[in-house]
């Protein structure tokens, strides 16, 4: 095999670096996040839950976006836009979004368990519990999207 047949077009380079840096932020909110909201889970801290939360609106948000959308930019390039995209391509469809649901709902839990925890108007444990959980789960779903889009499984 020609180890030049391995090498991509220079115009897709852009597109590529963009969407491998959101899913590395995306992947570490989602680890900081999670481990602030376990945290919070077992002491209560409202300082925790705020920085899991605040972590969530001000990045995990914002990098799900970029990730998503330079996801189509770069599909588009490859032409994998089609009708039968690979297999890999496939997975990060199907995690990424519900993955954004799983991300809104936790960032809304957060949220309102920083608000009580602000306020003193009630434990916000269990919210921590619930959104730490589907953070959770999230981290583990795009970890295995990383490793398909890594090693390209047919």
């Known amino acids: 095999m020609d180890p030049l047949a391995v090498l991509r077009p220079d115009d897709w380079n852009l597109a590529l670096l963009i969407h491998v840096l959101g899913a590395m932020v995306l992947v570490g ?54 009708d039968d995209p690979p297999a890999w391509v496939d997975m990060g469809y199907m995690v990424s979004d519900p993955g954004l649901l799983l ?25 921590d519990r619930i959104a730490a959980i589907l953070l959770a789960i999230s981290v583990i779903a795009y970890l295995v999207v990383v490793w398909a889009m890594t090693t390209k499984p047919t």
């Open 29 to 82: 909110v989602l680890m900081l996040a999670t481990a602030s909201l376990a945290a919070a889970w077992n002491t209560g801290s409202g300082a925790l839950t705020r920085l899991g939360f605040r972590t969530l609106l001000w990045a995990g948000l914002p990098a799900w976006i970029l990730t998503r959308v330079s996801a189509e930019w770069i599909a588009d390039k490859q032409g994998l836009n089609t």
């Open 103 to 127: 991300l809104i709902a936790a960032t809304v839990l957060a949220g309102i368990g920083a608000r009580r925890a602000g306020r003193g108007t009630g434990s916000a444990v269990t919210l």
